[in-house]
């Protein structure tokens, strides 16, 4: 099992180091699920910029356990947010994330604590 484990500072930058925490995946899972994968993690990132602390405050903690058949991808961070995917309005400028993770993501879930814990999993092609 491969981990992923890497903590950013909750700014701006933040959906793009994560993204970028995934380039080691690279060659190990199938080019259009290192995308999706990507896609995912930079939406929960941003998330929780939204919902999080002020900006400048806090950080946020990215998780990735990657198995044989399964992919799970963990955000932690201060603040909370309502966990449901809606469907947004074609010239709604915000309020996807949720939304893509839903179409993304094979089983996703949010866990609240001192702050909020949103995971996601996708199942591996075999013979990626």
Known sequence: MLEIDVR???DRTAPALARHALDGLSGQVRPEDLDRFQVAVSELVTNAIVHGP?????SVHLGVEISTHRLRVSIDHEGSFEATARTPQPDQDSGWGLFLLDRLADRWGVEGH???LIWAEFELAQGA
């Not at 002020?54 to 806090?58: A, L, Q, R």
């Open 54 to 58: 002020p900006s400048g405050e806090g």
């Open 8 to 10: 950013m500072p909750l």
């Open 114 to 116: 001192d702050g909020t």
